[in-house]
């Protein structure tokens, strides 16, 4: 599923429920800063070759957009389930060598660029004014994952290419997602949370490797 399907999903969604009084769709978009925790250099490692020289990691900044549907269960508590497109990924820099795409290089970059649909489900509080606390479960589900190599000089850009490594990956992850929010009166509102999931990500389950962000952004409850 890219990003355009993800998005025709969501529009029949809110179209189906506005008509339902007491469902407030919800609309939601941002950034995320995402890593891999465990034994992540070690998982990317396996992909490539590092020649001598200095590895560092690199976390990627990414977008996620997406809504849900907010069913009140009172006054102060509430119930969102939602379907979001997210971006998440690692990365290594250094003097790196990609055999299958006879890429080597000095300050060479490998991302791995990951592609997710996840289904979160909050349990929202109001304890007061339009302050929001949340927290609850999140299924993900991996569309997409490449590999993405980038080799440079003097900050100019010599080489971009990618490799197709979804195989390698699980493609289910269970989570958990928490954070807080205000939300104004006119329904616009600001968030931020930490999200960590629990599977393991590389497919043959060979290293402790779980995804973990943490997202800003903004949303809009109809």
Partial sequence: MNTKSTLYSLCFLFISVSAIAQVKPTLQAGLIQSTWKGDAKQSLSSLIDETNGVITSKDRTGFYIGGGIDLPLGDVVSVE???????????????????????????????????????????????????????????????????????????????????????QFNRWDMGVKGGAGYEFENGLGIVASYERGFNRIDNNQNFKVFNEGVKAGLTYRF
Avoid: C, H, W
């Avoid at 497109?85 to 690692?90: A, F």
């Avoid at 007061?128 to 980038?150: C, D, I």
């Fill in 81 to 167: 389930p939602g379907l979001v497109y997210t971006q998440r990924g690692y990365g290594l820099k250094g003097n790196l060598t990609i055999n299958d795409l006879k890429i080597a290089g000095v300050n060479a970059r490998a991302i791995s660029q990951m592609q997710y649909v996840d289904v979160p489900v909050m349990v929202k509080i109001k304890p007061a004014g339009g302050l929001t606390l949340f927290a609850g479960p999140q299924v993900s589900y991996l569309t997409k994952n490449n590999l993405r190599a980038e080799v440079a000089v003097l900050g100019f850009s010599l080489l971009n290419s990618d490799m197709d490594i979804t195989d």
